[in-house]
């Protein structure tokens, strides 16, 4: 019992000094881009995007480093469910969501095709009989090109969409420096602290690695988002709304999984099944779906999204 407690407390705390951090990452981040003059829009699609998916990220990078490739796969997997079926149906059930034409006809089919390659990346046995669910250098090292293909879309956006608003940095140059420095070290510290407490408690309480990372460590890395995510709903920012959860999905696939197994090598698990990967693909069609139904995610359309997502937690625990 004292092990539970023990590894229970240090999970926590690294939880919160990890969305803390990240925070704070964010913040030095966009105060040295603002000094060095990049565009505000570009901030928000790369800074902010990075920031809140640092997080995550790291803890890849520690899990994989570490031999728990199930905890790799179960990050990233359930936090692109999280984000489009619990965070955006919430905001959508708080305040309907407009969506812009150019969502609707860019960057949501770009997130579906993403979404599509991950799928097909994800699922061999599906395609070839015999063959075991892995992803190779290879399949990173594609998932890193996608991410630079959408780079290349915000670069253009940001050249159409020229914001000459005067922003004031929240801290100085050589301040943001520090923090980034300082912050970065705080990250890596505390997923560490994240990934060795959750790979305890499943072993002494006897949970796979897929559940408690898919339910702790993705739903308590995603609180940040979720109160982003309504908080700009709510102030009817509606494209930070969405455009928020299609850039951290969009990274999450690309950096967060491409990254590591770029750099670590092959990752297969046998814990993830077709419908796992399935239901990520889902997530997205269900989100360009209903975005272009009516250009708006109704608060009916948020019910539904929050439904699929209990429905398919529910199967998680049970199978």
């Not at 997997?77 to 984000?83: A, D, K, L, P, Y």
């Not at 097909?120 to 090109?145: E, P, Q, W």
């Not at 709304?241 to 770029?262: D, E, K, M, Q, Y």
Request: glycine share 6%.
């Amino acid at each position: 019992m004292t092990l539970i407690l023990t590894a229970l407390t240090l999970f926590v705390i690294g939880l919160v000094s990890l969305i803390r951090f990240s925070d704070i990452f964010v913040s030095a981040a966009s105060s040295l881009s603002i000094h060095l003059k990049v565009p505000k829009m570009l901030i928000a699609l790369t800074v902010a995007a990075f920031g809140t998916c640092a997080p995550e990220l790291a803890i890849s990078f520690n899990s994989i480093s570490g031999g728990n490739p199930d905890m790799t796969l179960a990050n990233v997997i359930g936090s692109c469910i999280v984000n489009i079926l619990l965070i955006v149906g919430i905001a959508a059930i708080v305040r309907p969501i407009k969506v812009k034409e150019r969502t609707i006809k860019k960057e949501l089919p770009l997130l579906v095709i993403i979404t599509s390659a991950f799928f097909v990346l994800l699922t061999d046995s599906l395609f070839k009989k015999g063959s075991s669910n892995t992803l190779s250098r290879a399949d990173g090292i594609m998932l890193l090109c996608w991410f630079i293909l959408f780079m290349f879309y915000i670069i253009g956006l940001v050249r159409k969409n020229k914001n000459e608003e005067t922003l004031i940095p929240e801290y100085s140059l050589k301040k943001s420096v520090i923090l980034i420095i300082l912050t970065l070290i705080g990250i890596i510290v505390s997923s560490d602290i994240v990934v060795d407490n959750a790979v305890m408690l499943a072993e002494v309480l006897g949970i796979s690695q897929k559940i408690i990372s898919m339910t702790a460590i993705v739903i308590g890395t995603s609180l940040p988002k979720l109160t982003m995510t309504v908080n700009a709903a709510r102030k009817d920012e509606f494209d930070m709304a969405v455009g928020n959860i299609i850039g951290t999905n969009i990274f999450n696939i690309c950096i967060v999984l491409g990254f590591p197994i770029s750099i670590y090598g092959t990752v297969s698990s046998n814990a993830f099944t077709v419908v796992d990967s399935s239901i990520v693909l889902l997530a997205s069609i269900i989100f360009y779906i209903f975005g272009k139904s009516g250009k708006v995610l109704s608060r009916r359309e948020g019910v539904l999204m929050v439904l699929v997502f209990l429905i398919y937690y529910v199967y998680l625990f049970i199978s």
